[in-house]
């Protein structure tokens, strides 16, 4: 069974910075991709960045320039760093990993991390 374990949400002011940090149960890069997406109150859940397992990496528009993903390996643990953060980055933010196995692709969920900017 796949762990994944979100730390590193908080209440922050708009502009500021904040890292989330997402550590898995094994290799990272074992999965196809791992990525994190985020989910406001009233609104569907949405995928903010991704990184597979070659390297790529995919971001929101509205995250574009903002923030980053990134991957240690070493670690077990991707991140999510984000910088100059909006009011409307205010979500519960999720790790997911997903790994494809026989053509069935299987997702996997950490428990969440709120994020509040607000001033």
């Known amino acids: 069974q796949v762990q994944l374990v979100e730390s590193g949400g908080g209440l922050v002011q708009p502009g500021g910075s904040l890292r989330l940090s997402c550590a898995a149960s094994r290799n990272i890069f074992s999965f196809y991709a791992m990525g994190w997406y985020r989910q406001a109150p009233g609104k569907q859940r949405e995928l903010v960045a991704s990184?597979?397992?070659?390297?790529?990496?995919a971001y929101a528009d509205s995250v574009k320039g903002r923030f980053t993903i990134s991957g240690d390996n070493a670690k077990n643990t991707v991140y999510l760093q984000m910088n100059s953060l909006k009011p409307e980055d205010t979500a519960v933010y999720y790790c997911?990993?997903?790994?494809?196995?026989?053509?069935?692709?299987?997702?996997?969920w950490g428990q969440g991390t709120q994020v509040t900017i607000s001033s």
């Open positions: 997911n990993a997903a790994q494809v196995t026989t053509g069935t692709t299987y997702n996997y």
């Open positions: 990184i597979i397992s070659s390297g790529g990496r």
